[in-house]
């Protein structure tokens, strides 16, 4: 099978590629990077990409599909379906299933239910503990060999420094990336908001930056020991921005990825108690998204990751103390990332794709992803900054209808989507195909 991508204009900072190419596709997968003048191949699926942008396939590294056990939310089929419509070639999925993904066997089925959808590749990661109780180590290397690619309690940050130190000692041997979501428990103790002039005036039990902080900086200690790959998840705060940053200046192995509704809200929206802005890490305040984009552009943060949480509306609609956390967001990262980074000027495109592509393959050793060099895997997001649309949720691909972007317009969009060389989702008139 052979897709050819014609008259696009290829970003690759992988290769130093800046400019128009043609994209040939076999087999799933790259085959060749074909200069202007060029002899083009016969017998190919012809995409004219004109004006548009072609890029590695974007990675999502925080990504909730909610299968198996919570299927009423999201299936990995419609989470799939969600990610590229959304412009995500790769999703890696949460182990917070039900039950947990603490063993090989949770690890099978989700990479065969992954591969029986044959729309975005699934990427299982698996637990730190068993059940995610922050107690007893899981068995890291059976589930790498059933398919993880890292390791996490995600919402369920490691409890104490010893235990961290030990999952990443473990994870180690296993070439593993641990993820960690900062926050202790002790000084979040129960709230719902970002702890400052907003939790006041809502009268919200406030959770404080610190309590993320506090977590950033001993992670980032515990690499320093144990020489092990560290990743912090959504980080929010100054002060863990500014701990990564440090650590990133010792030449340690640790990144961090920042969220669009991250850089894009603060906590005065959740002023009308809507809970579709209720979310963990909270929303924070302008200091602290000042300081997120800020470490977006000088090259702080690693990644761009959406943390798509879907929930079921009766979840949500309820009192904002005692609804859910999270929101949807796979369809809606790429529009925010120009509406927010690439239109302003705060990023080139080729810091974009670098944000969304580049370091997410690299950061969970996603081998032959993230870039288009000859031999990658087939995977590729067609881009176009100058597209304008709005976000409709009773039209999303997800399951769930919880986000905050409902109604939001947005300049910029992914408007292609192939995975090892198919062609699995376009926006209505966005590409024309030709044989």
Request: hydrophobic share 40%; glycine share 10%; proline share 5%.
């Amino acid at each position: 099978m052979r897709l050819l991508i014609v008259n696009g204009y290829v970003v690759d900072p992988t290769q130093n590629v800046n400019g128009g190419r043609d994209l040939l596709i076999e087999d799933g997968r790259v085959a060749a990077l074909l200069r202007s003048g060029e002899a083009r191949p016969e017998g190919a699926e012809v995409f004219d990409a004109t004006g548009l942008i072609v890029a590695p396939g974007f990675i999502d590294l925080h990504t909730h599909l909610r299968e198996p056990g919570q299927e009423y939310k999201e299936t990995i089929a419609s989470g799939a379906l969600a990610a590229v419509a959304g412009g995500f070639t790769s999703v890696c999925a949460m182990p917070n299933t039900d039950p947990v993904n603490d063993n090989p066997a949770v690890t099978s089925f989700i990479v065969e239910q992954a591969a029986a959808a044959r729309l975005a590749n699934v990427f299982p990661v698996g637990a730190i503990t068993k059940g995610s109780k922050g107690e007893e180590l899981a068995e890291m290397g059976e589930m790498r060999r059933a398919g993880i690619v890292a390791v996490t309690d995600d919402g369920h940050p490691v409890p104490s420094p010893g235990l961290m130190r030990r999952a990443l000692e473990y994870a180690r041997g296993f070439d593993l990336t641990v993820m960690d979501h900062c926050d202790d428990k002790t000084l979040a103790a129960g709230g719902v908001v970002h702890e400052g002039e907003w939790s006041l005036r809502l009268g919200l039990r406030g959770r404080p930056a610190l309590a993320e902080e506090s977590d950033a900086m001993r992670d980032c200690a515990l690499a320093e020991l144990t020489g092990a790959r560290v990743h912090l998840a959504h980080v929010s705060t100054r002060g863990a921005i500014e701990a990564v940053r440090r650590a990133k200046e010792k030449g340690l192995e640790v990144s961090c990825e920042v969220t669009p509704h991250h850089f894009t809200l603060t906590d005065a929206a959740c002023e009308g108690f809507d809970t579709n802005t209720k979310m963990n890490p909270p929303l924070r305040s302008r200091e602290h998204l000042d300081a997120v984009l800020e470490a977006i552009a000088d090259g702080t943060v690693d990644a761009v990751a959406t943390d798509h949480a879907p929930h079921h509306a009766d979840e949500k609609e309820l009192e904002f103390d005692r609804a859910a956390f999270g929101i949807t967001g796979l369809e809606t990262a790429v529009g925010l990332a120009f509406e927010r980074l690439v239109h302003p000027g705060l990023v080139t495109l080729e810091r974009l794709v670098e944000l969304f592509s580049v370091n997410p393959a690299r950061i969970f050793r996603l081998e032959d992803r993230g870039t288009l060099r000859p031999g990658a895997h087939g995977d590729v997001t067609v881009l176009d900054p100058g597209r304008r649309w709005t976000f409709d949720a009773a039209r999303s691909k997800s399951k769930s209808r919880n986000t905050p972007f409902d109604g939001w317009s947005f300049q910029g969009a992914a408007v292609a989507t192939v995975v090892a060389g198919r062609v699995v989702y376009r926006r209505e008139e966005a590409l024309s195909a030709k044989s």
